[in-house]
């Protein structure tokens, strides 16, 4: 039997450009009823694939990554009446250290709130719509897209230079 999700499952779901807080997560599921609150807390870190990173953009189209991630929210609820949950991510520049993302699953017990909070962050790294470039000390690059200047016209691997800016 399939229920519908709550209309309190999506406690908070939010894209912004300010920094974000685990507090204002915990307080968005939280409540005497609820015995399990995961966490999952994304942060920017110095080095990704060996490659050193400086800064990392966050870039999202807000009304669409909104909408998917509340999406995601209530599927994920659809059949547990007591589950609340909280999603926010940060855009623009973030510094090493920054939070780039918070999710949060209350449930009245701890293995509940543990797999919904695993679902969520990683149902939001593989559906909705936000684009992440790091920048280390050989440039910028997109995380997660290949730039099309990197193939040959076969789709074989081109000799390039990310050192610099392309202009075509």
Known sequence: MT?????????????????????????????????GIAVFVGTV?????????????????????????????????????????????????????????VCAAATPHRGEAFAACRRLIDEIKADVPIWKREHGPSGPYWVGWEDARCHGEHGEHAPHDHTREHSH
């Open 45 to 101: 870190r110095s080095e990704n694939q060996g490659r050193a990173v400086t800064l990392l953009e966050y870039h999202a189209y807000q009304a669409m990554a909104e909408k998917q991630m509340r999406k995601i929210m209530l599927g994920i609820a659809q059949d547990n009446a007591s589950l609340r949950l909280a999603a926010l991510h940060r855009v623009g520049a973030l510094a090493v250290g920054d939070i780039a993302v």
């Open 3 to 35: 229920s519908t999700a709550p209309p309190d499952a999506c406690s908070l779901v939010a894209i912004r450009a300010e920094p974000i807080s685990v507090q204002e997560a915990l307080d968005a599921v939280g409540g005497e009823e609820m015995g």
